[in-house]
């Protein structure tokens, strides 16, 4: 038997899960040829967007790192993947003056980053332009606090205009196929458009974290591998990979759920491009048991990090003898082996074990698990 696969049957929370054993066959055999320093340690992070709490993995703070809306759930785009549905569980704020007031609470409450985030317009432009001298006071005010904007397409002047005001970190969702910017975006702008916007980004000082979003058109995997290229063309501080919620598509316009091996092989794809970057798993994805399957495949992969991570993903990791760290931020923080939303003073809690089959528990090595608020 595949001792990849053997160590999911050590696990109690994934005995279950039948997995492909050529594609676990692939990941193995590819892992002992991977040479990125990345690959070794592996990120958990439980960002306070929503709850999650497992057998391994407690609840962070409700405001250890909050998402939150300029135009709260309004979002002139529409597109056919998300319907501004996304932007319901953040907080909203619809002033400078609103944002300045909650942060102020934020950090009063414990919290060390929050996530900018909002509608966009018909040109997929977030106008945080009112924002950007609140930004720079809230930056002046409390130096250590990390901040997270997810942006649409940015001019070299808008890129600039981050950086001026103090953002930690860009996020963006690069799209390789102009079918889907086309039809699941509704977008007249060109991929040309996209990879100007990455390119304006990575020009600044600013961390830069592009997003690729597998299944985006409609559910099949269309233009991943092109984004990929232009990722790898504009290297990045990392790249986070989300899966596609049909959930939140119309019934009109409906979206399939991508195979879980599709996805697995393009986390190998995506790996191999890019060893010395780190490239982690973010929040959305399909739940159940496709959810558990997918964080599986993102372990094995050599992934650097999982948001919200499935029941018993600390343990196999352990099993396949990987470094794991807990985090309660966004996964879009950590650069390399730094994750930016630590401060000078970190936690670390050892774990006697990680919870496996009662039958076969597995007394495994201590756990550093890093808390930030």
């Given at each position: 038997?595949?001792?990849?696969?053997?160590?999911?049957?050590?696990?109690?929370?994934?005995?279950?899960?039948?997995l492909?054993?050529?594609?676990?066959?692939?990941?193995?055999?590819?892992?002992?040829?991977?040479?990125?320093?990345?690959?070794?340690?592996?990120?958990f992070y439980?960002?306070?967007?929503?709850?999650?709490?497992?057998?391994?993995?407690?609840?962070?703070?409700?405001?250890?790192?909050?998402?939150?809306?300029?135009?709260?759930?309004d979002c002139k785009l529409q597109c056919d993947h998300c319907k501004a549905k996304i932007l319901e569980p953040m907080i909203a704020v619809r002033t400078p003056e609103e944002l300045d007031r909650l942060v102020d609470q934020i950090v009063l409450d414990g919290g060390r980053g929050l996530l900018l985030s909002g509608g966009s317009d018909h040109q997929n432009v977030v106008h945080y332009e009112p924002y950007f001298p609140?930004?720079?006071?809230?930056?002046?005010?409390?130096?250590?606090?990390?901040?997270?904007?997810?942006?649409?397409?940015?001019?070299?002047?808008?890129?600039r205009g981050m950086e001026d005001a103090g953002v930690d970190v860009a996020m963006m969702d690069v799209i390789g196929a102009q079918d889907t910017i086309n039809q699941v975006y509704h977008l007249r702008r060109s991929v040309?458009?996209?990879?100007?916007?990455?390119?304006?980004?990575?020009?600044?000082?600013?961390?830069?974290v592009p997003h690729i979003v597998i299944g985006l058109h409609y559910g099949e995997l269309l233009g991943e591998w092109n984004a990929l290229e232009i990722i790898r063309r504009h290297l990045p501080s990392a790249l986070v990979l989300v899966v596609i919620m049909p959930q939140y598509a119309s019934s009109s316009r409906p979206f399939a759920t991508p195979a879980t091996?599709?996805?697995?092989?393009?986390?190998?794809?995506?790996?191999?491009?890019?060893?010395?970057?780190?490239?982690?798993?973010?929040?959305?994805?399909?739940?159940?048991v496709h959810r558990?399957?997918?964080?599986?495949?993102?372990?094995?992969?050599?992934?650097?990090?999982?948001?919200?991570?499935?029941?018993?993903?600390l343990a196999l990791a352990k099993h396949l003898d990987r470094d794991?760290?807990?985090?309660?931020?966004?996964c879009s923080m950590i650069v390399g082996e730094e994750v930016l939303a630590l401060g000078d003073e970190t936690t670390t809690m050892s774990l006697d074990y990680v919870p496996v089959a009662p039958k076969r528990r597995t007394q495994l090595r201590d756990i550093p698990i890093v808390f930030t608020a």
């Open positions: 038997m595949n001792p990849w696969l053997n160590a999911v049957s050590q696990v109690e929370a994934l005995e279950d899960l039948v492909n054993a050529d594609l676990v066959d692939s990941m193995r055999e590819r892992w002992s040829g991977l040479s990125g320093s990345q690959v070794g340690r592996i990120n439980t960002p306070s967007f929503k709850h999650h709490e497992t057998s391994e993995v407690s609840a962070c703070g409700k405001n250890a790192f909050p998402a939150i809306s300029i135009t709260g759930g609140t930004v720079r006071k809230i930056k002046d005010r409390y130096p250590n606090l990390q901040i997270a904007m997810h942006t649409g397409i940015a001019t070299p002047e808008f890129a040309d458009d996209f990879e100007a916007a990455l390119e304006a980004l990575v020009a600044t000082k600013m961390k830069v091996e599709e996805i697995g092989k393009f986390f190998m794809d995506a790996r191999a491009a890019l060893p010395e970057t780190p490239l982690l798993l973010g929040c959305a994805r399909p739940s159940g558990s399957i997918t964080d599986t495949y993102a372990v094995m992969a050599g992934l650097n990090g999982v948001a919200f991570p499935s029941d018993g993903m794991v760290f807990v985090t309660p931020s966004c």
